[in-house]
């Protein structure tokens, strides 16, 4: 691992659950299904082959693997991501998404999944 990326990672200021799961995306264009990689309490990142414009304001509706709850969260576009990935024998792989910042959640969501990241979650 680089040192800036060694850097940015322990700069993070909430532990982040890995984990594939749906999201529903409630935008100023409409709503559309999508696929959360992970989540800690202050954002999420959102695979998208089209990534909505940085700064726009969405309302993110999902729940975390192993968990009844489900949380609303608004949030604002902060970041556009594109890697190239692969495994040791795959060819290389593409994946497009958008870092979205949580400004807020429905029903003390921010304090549930806060709870579950930290206490039933083997996070990183």
Excluded: W
Excluded at 37 to 59: A, C, Y
Excluded at 71 to 79: P, S
Excluded at 94 to 107: D, W, Y
Excluded at 109 to 117: M, T, V, Y
């Amino acid at each position: 691992m680089s040192a800036s990326l060694r850097e940015t990672l322990e700069k993070r200021q909430d532990l982040r659950l890995d984990a594939v799961f749906s999201v529903l995306l409630e935008t100023p264009f409409g709503e559309f299904l999508a696929v959360a990689r992970n989540v800690s309490s202050g954002g999420i990142f959102i695979e998208t082959r089209d990534p909505l414009p940085l700064r726009t304001q969405v309302r993110v509706r999902f729940q975390i693997p192993d968990c009844d709850d489900e949380f609303v969260a608004a949030g604002e576009v902060k970041n556009h991501y594109f890697l190239n990935f692969r495994g040791a024998r795959e060819p290389t792989q593409s994946l497009f998404g958008m870092g979205v910042r949580f400004i807020g959640f429905e029903a003390e969501g921010k304090l549930k999944l806060h709870r579950n990241l930290y206490h039933t979650r083997v996070v990183h």
